[in-house]
T-cell receptor, first 114, second 113 residues
């Protein structure tokens, strides 16, 4: 069975400083991994996804994530935080090509301080 | 990615009434849609998988007679909360499946008084 751990429930950074949101997964098979962002009272927007191609994945709004099989990690990074990045971020793992059985992490709330 | 809409975005209803939430795929024919529930400051909980032209598949612990799902076309799935109670108040989000990715709607905030 798959599972996802997001080690930090809340991360706070200053505007213009780097962002690191951590995600570790557990999967019996080769996983697909996703990062979604959710702004308050909104749906989830896909930031990026890893599906067994390049291990360094670039997404929208300057975010990127690196798949490290040896560490079972898929941490999300951004070189310079913007105020508009303040939101909830979810790491998701799934197995297979069908996009079903999405397993969500508990989420990390990112605060960006001026 | 696919574009998904939900209607209404917010609804307030009295206890005992039924509420219907629509999920539409605007640019993609979706044979499979998903319905999630999200409690405040929590992650998403899958309620059911909606399959076009057949019965929905419900997750364990979700009452199918209370949360009626209809997926009558490739672009529309509806979730009806029957005889709503205050504990049904929540944020309901749908998604569609396109190959290996899910695309989410903007969500519906249900408040039951």
């Amino acid at each position: 069975a798959q599972s996802v751990t997001q080690l930090d429930s809340h991360v706070s950074v200053s505007e213009g400083t780097p962002v690191l949101l951590r995600c570790n997964y557990s999967s019996s098979y080769s996983p697909s991994l996703f990062w979604y962002v959710q702004h308050p009272n909104k749906g989830l927007q896909l930031l990026l996804k890893y599906t067994s191609a390049a291990t360094l994945v670039k997404g929208i709004n300057g975010f990127e994530a690196e798949f490290k099989k040896s560490e079972t990690s898929f941490h999300l990074t951004k070189p310079s935080a913007h105020m508009s990045d303040a939101a909830e971020y979810f790491c998701v793992v799934t197995v297979g090509n069908y996009g079903q059985n999405f397993v969500f992490g508990p989420g990390t709330r990112l605060s960006v301080l001026p | 990615g696919a574009v998904v809409s939900q209607h209404p975005s917010r609804v307030i209803c009295k206890s005992g009434t039924s509420v219907k939430i629509e999920c539409r795929s605007l640019d993609f024919q979706a044979t499979t849609m998903f319905w999630y529930r999200q409690f405040p400051k929590k992650s998403l909980m899958l309620m059911a998988t909606s399959n076009e032209g057949s019965k929905a598949t419900y997750e364990q612990g979700v009452e199918k007679d209370k949360f009626l799902i209809n997926h009558a076309s490739l672009t529309l799935s509806t979730l009806t909360v029957t005889s709503a109670h205050p504990e049904d108040s929540s944020f309901y989000i749908c998604s569609i499946k396109s190959t290996d990715t899910q695309y989410f709607g903007p969500g519906t905030r249900l408040t039951v008084l």
